[in-house]
């Protein structure tokens, strides 16, 4: 078996691993970042939205651009439709996930792709590359390996309310200019989405099961339907993604010398689903804490991570898993209480 020695190792090359190890090797940590896909950015699980304000936090090309949005529509299950103002872009999301490891790699970051983490002995984490074994002796563990995170077990945390998701990629049958979110009594405990593309559209569903409503599979089909007779969409699917979105009230993150980012440490917002920006954010603050800490030679440090992302996220991480609680217990009640528990209406910030 080979050692390797490396200040760092991320585990994890989308948008929170290469954030952080953009932020960690600009201040001169000697690291590794690895993902398990031999081409990162595939496949794409996601509903490829960004908010406005965070392009100015990019320091990469923004060919990943698809077009903007202005504002977000949502059709309330009993048939009225409430705009608001939430500007941002559709995204391609495998450029925007290869722009940011471009520019991990452009600070000096060592890539390793098709390589997985196997597990951790003490100070090593051992990985397959190519066939072969590696133990990689590294000061700072950071993990950014999605919502069902092996380095998350590592420190005993779990995302223990994750959310099916389901996605197709659809022909719009004209021009679409917002974000648009469904509610339906028979999606429990989430939603649907058309998310415009150009001319075409990103289409999904991310709900709860429960045995009193339609599977996510069978909800999905009426929900293509639905659009198709409605003249919003035509033709059929020409793909379908699956994957997990975490719903998680604000956790233990950081342990001994690991760090956690991303769907990995549960950042996602608990009620909206939305992800990219908050794993770009949580993993640049992540690489930042990780440097300071190998600088300062003291590993404590990468605890202050910690408390600054709860500072800034912590209280609206809180708030919105509440909300999500009082959604799933009062869905037989959605026409009164969505107001309180979607972040498109005032009453929602209330409390």
Aim: aromatic share 10%; glycine share 10%; proline share 5%.
């Amino acid at each position: 078996m080979k050692t390797d020695n490396k200040i760092a190792i991320i585990i994890g090359a989308g948008p929170a691993g290469s954030s952080a190890a953009l932020s960690a090797s600009s201040r001169g940590l000697n690291l590794l970042l690895i993902d398990g896909k031999q081409f990162v950015g595939k496949p794409v699980r996601c509903a490829e939205y960004i908010p406005k304000q965070l392009l100015g936090e990019l320091d990469i090309k923004k060919d990943f651009i698809v077009q903007p949005v202005s504002r977000m529509k949502t059709f309330m299950p009993g048939g009225d439709v409430i705009e608001g103002a939430f500007p941002g872009y559709i995204i391609n999301r495998e450029k925007f996930d290869q722009a940011l490891l471009k520019r991990a790699k452009e600070a000096d970051a060592e890539v390793w792709t098709g390589c997985r983490a196997l597990f951790r002995n003490g100070d090593y984490v051992t990985v397959r590359k190519n066939g072969d074994l590696i133990k990689i002796n590294a000061k700072i563990v950071i993990g950014a390996d999605g919502p069902r995170s092996k380095v998350a077990k590592w420190i005993g945390f779990t995302n223990r309310n994750l959310i099916p998701a389901i996605q197709a990629s659809v022909s719009l049958a004209s021009p679409v200019n917002d974000t648009e979110i469904y509610f339906n009594k028979n999606f429990y405990g989430g939603y649907g989405w058309l998310f415009p593309k150009g001319d075409k559209g990103n289409l999904g569903l991310g709900m709860k099961s429960n045995p009193e409503y339609p599977a996510i599979r069978e909800n999905l089909n009426r929900f293509i339907k639905m659009l198709q007779d409605s003249g919003r969409i035509k033709d059929d699917p020409e793909s379908l993604t699956a994957g997990w979105i975490p719903a998680e009230a604000p956790g233990k993150i950081t342990a001994g010398n690991i760090i956690l980012a991303g769907d990995a440490a549960g950042q996602t917002h608990p009620i909206t689903g939305a992800g990219i920006a908050r794993a770009v954010i949580g993993g640049s603050m992540a690489g930042k804490w990780a440097a300071r800490a190998v600088i300062k030679g003291n590993i404590d440090l990468i605890s202050k991570y910690e408390d600054e992302w709860n500072d800034l996220y912590g209280e609206s991480q809180e708030r919105a898993f509440r909300k999500r609680e009082l959604l799933e217990r009062s869905w037989s009640d959605l026409d009164n209480v969505i107001k309180k528990c979607w972040v498109a209406f005032k009453e929602y910030y209330k409390d």
